[in-house]
């Protein structure tokens, strides 16, 4: 019988290896910034296909934007916050 591990507790058991650690909190950071840019759209009430035409792009650009299979450069990220009517804020912490 395989005995099943509480996630909580596989993921600190996971996060004692400084590469997992590492490789985790990069994918943290870029699921942060999808979630944030979906928000975005999301309160200014758009679809996907309507925030493209704003952005003079497609739907299917926006789509893989918003799903991670590509890296945005910052001046896309700038013309997505624009066409949702918010601005572009990047931090270091």
Known sequence: MVELIPLAELKANLMKDPAFAAAYAEADA??????AMI???AEAGLTQEALAER????QSAVARLESGRVSPTV?????YAKAVGKRLKVEMV
Do not use: N, P
């Open 39 to 41: 928000r975005a759209r």
């Open 30 to 35: 870029e699921f942060a910034v999808i979630e």
């Open 55 to 58: 952005m003079g792009t497609t």
């Open 75 to 79: 001046e896309t990220l700038r013309k």
